[in-house]
């Protein structure tokens, strides 16, 4: 069983600072990695993708990847409360043709 | 708005019901899934469709019955449904099945009693 690994928390984080969200993933031949946010009550929304090592800078937003330890983090700066939501890793495997999601780790920024 | 749109919103069904859910994309995109999310299980994938085809069915008991009649339509039809199918019922679409990238619908939050 392929698996994707997030700590589910809540992770609070005061307004202004750093959150950094971490996702391990089992599958050494995955391809892409994908960041998703949702809101309580809504429907997943993709907010970033990165498909090499290193990382991807997308304004407030970078994500990072390290394939030789299978793992993928989205770090949010100068967090706002509006970025309060869960956020879902979830990594697409070629071989099988299919994105696997972690359960998501619940972000609260307090104002 | 996502390009991707369900109906309905919300069902509460009984357990010998009969019902259907739509979902539709406007993104030309040629790959759709059905997914179940419940409190604190990550996204369950249950179907894909591409260009029209079934290519996965992922252990789906037979209650539920998936439609794609082209790239832009899908329905769950749904019957004789138990108390733990009661979830949100997600849509999804792709650019192909090779694509990583999903994009999702409002979801249909079904409550069977």
């Known amino acids: 069983q392929k698996e994707v690994e997030q700590n589910s928390g809540p992770l609070s984080v005061p307004e202004g600072a750093i959150a950094s969200l971490n996702c391990t993933y089992s599958?050494?031949?995955?391809?892409?990695f994908f960041w998703y946010r949702q809101y309580s009550g809504k429907s997943p929304e993709l907010i970033m993708s990165?498909?090499?090592?290193g990382d991807k800078e997308d304004g407030r937003f970078t994500a990072q990847l390290n394939k030789a330890s299978q793992y993928v983090s989205l770090l949010i700066r100068d967090s706002q409360p509006s970025d309060s939501a869960t956020y879902l890793c979830a990594v697409f495997s070629g071989g099988y043709q299919k994105v696997t999601f972690g359960i998501g780790t619940k972000l609260q920024v307090i104002p | 708005e996502t390009g991707v749109t369900q109906t309905p919103r919300h069902l509460v069904m009984g357990m010998t019901n009969k019902k259907s859910l739509k979902c539709e994309q406007h993104l030309g995109h040629n790959a759709m899934y059905w997914y179940k999310q419940s409190a604190k299980k990550p996204l369950e994938l249950m179907f894909v469709?591409?260009?029209?085809?079934?290519?996965e069915n992922n252990s789906v008991p037979s209650r539920f019955s998936p439609e794609c009649p082209n790239s832009s339509h899908l329905f769950l039809h749904l019957h004789t449904l138990q108390p733990e199918d009661s979830a949100l019922y997600l849509c999804?679409?792709?650019?192909?099945?090779?694509?990583?990238?999903?994009?999702f619908g409002p979801g249909t939050r079904l409550t069977v009693t």
């Open positions: 469709y591409n260009f029209k085809e079934q290519t």
């Open positions: 599958d050494r031949v995955s391809q892409s």
């Open positions: 999804a679409s792709s650019p192909d099945r090779g694509s990583g990238e999903q994009y």
């Open positions: 990165i498909y090499s090592n």
